[in-house]
């Protein structure tokens, strides 16, 4: 029962252009998203996160949309930067009541 | 910057044998969570923790497992039997509050259940 799907394993991006990573959910009770970051042999670290009340949030090179009715979030790199590669997992939760649910990631590659 | 630190980085065991996987989370934090990711897999949650007791846990979180706060510091996942489907990267997260909140994670414990 995946109630966040990241439906594209792997995606890769020439340095400079636009990465954008999907992640869709199923449970209509969530109300907050947040990406992660995740380096080799690291955990993951929190990128940036969107409350149900927006549509988009952003914070420098990253934006994360939130399409409520079509349950669909994406978060936006620009520019896409070699350090930037790395695993970035959606996660989602229902007003802090139950544990965050995350997605299997999407490894990003940067190629300079 | 402030950091959950988690010991060992890697633990080997036998099938059977109890592990207790360590884990510093960040000092003014009051909740506590062990999440696991098997190779290839999401991230799974296991169990959070406040207040000293367990608050919420998932169907993984069977009576093989256990969680603790031994002291102010210390926040800890014991298997008590490990089993070959044990294997996996166990994180550890803290969080100031429940609502809305972020968490910080650890960099994990590899364990490999032989």
């Known amino acids: 029962d995946q109630q966040v799907k990241q439906n594209s394993p792997s995606l890769s991006v020439q340095e400079g252009r636009i990465s954008i990573l999907n992640c869709d959910y199923t449970?209509?009770?969530?109300?907050?998203f947040l990406w992660y970051k995740k380096y080799p042999a690291e955990g993951p670290t929190f990128l940036i996160s969107?409350?149900?009340?927006?549509d988009k949030n952003e914070d420098g090179r990253f934006t994360v949309f939130l399409n409520k009715s079509a349950k669909h979030l994406s978060l936006h790199i620009v520019p896409s930067q070699p350090g930037d590669s790395a695993v970035y997992f959606c996660a989602a939760s229902d007003k802090g009541n139950t544990p965050l649910v995350f997605g299997k990631g999407t490894r990003l590659s940067v190629i300079a | 910057e402030p950091e959950v630190t988690q010991t060992p980085s890697h633990q080997v065991t036998q099938m059977g044998q109890e592990v207790i996987l360590r884990c510093v989370p960040i000092s003014n934090h009051l909740y506590f969570y062990w999440y696991r990711q098997i190779l290839g897999q999401k991230v799974e949650f296991l169990v959070s923790?406040?207040?000293?007791?367990?608050?919420?846990k998932s169907e993984i979180f069977d009576d093989q497992f256990s969680v603790e706060r031994p002291d102010g510091s210390n926040f800890t996942l014991k298997i008590r039997s490990t089993k070959l489907e044990d294997s996996a990267m166990y994180f550890c997260?803290?969080?100031?509050?429940?609502?809305?909140?972020?968490?910080?994670f650890g960099s994990g414990t590899q364990l490999s259940v032989l």
């Open positions: 969107i409350s149900s009340i927006k």
């Open positions: 923790f406040y207040n000293n007791e367990i608050s919420e």
């Open positions: 449970n209509s009770m969530f109300d907050y």
């Open positions: 997260a803290s969080s100031v509050s429940q609502i809305n909140e972020k968490l910080f």
